[in-house]
Nanobody, 132 residues
C-alpha cells in the first residue's frame, strides 16, 4: 500500500521561504516520478515541479528560478524548496507519484510535467499561504 504524506506548509510574507516534504512509503516500482501540484480556491490544479528516478527535474514557468525540487531517493522523500514566495503561490500543495510509464515519459521528453491524470498515488496536501 502506497502512502504519501506532505508536510512543511505554513504562512509567510512575500519574499519568504518554505520547504515542503513529501514522505513516501510502499512505492516499489523500479522507476517513478513524483510531482508537486498546487490548487488555489476556485482555480484548477496546477503542475509545479517534478522529479523522476532517472534524474529528470522539471518546473512550471511560474516557479522557475524560485523553487527547487530535490530527492536523494524519490521513492522515499521529495523536497520542494520554495524561495521568494509570492501571494500567487498560495494554495494547497499536493505530491503525487506513480510508475514512470511510456505515456508519462512522452510528456517528460517534451519538457512538460505530466498531468494529474498520470498519477495514481496522492497525499492529502499541505497549505501554503503567502501574504503581501
Amino acid at each position: 500500500q502506497v502512502k504519501m504524506v506532505e508536510s512543511g506548509g505554513g504562512s509567510v510574507q512575500t519574499g519568504g521561504s518554505l520547504q515542503l516534504a513529501c514522505r513516501i512509503s510502499g512505492l516499489t516500482y523500479a522507476s517513478v516520478c513524483v510531482t508537486w501540484f498546487r490548487q488555489a480556491p476556485g482555480k484548477e490544479r496546477e503542475r509545479v515541479a517534478a522529479i523522476c528516478t532517472t534524474g529528470t527535474t522539471l518546473y512550471a514557468d511560474s516557479v522557475k528560478g524560485r523553487f527547487t525540487i530535490s530527492a536523494d531517493n524519490p521513492k522515499v522523500i521529495v523536497y520542494l524548496q520554495m524561495d521568494n514566495l509570492r501571494p500567487e503561490d498560495t494554495g494547497m500543495y499536493y505530491c503525487a507519484a506513480d510508475r514512470l510509464t511510456v505515456g508519462m515519459n512522452r510528456h517528460l521528453e517534451l519538457g512538460h510535467i505530466p498531468p494529474a491524470s498520470a498519477f495514481e498515488f496522492w497525499g492529502q496536501g499541505t497549505q501554503v499561504t503567502v501574504s503581501s
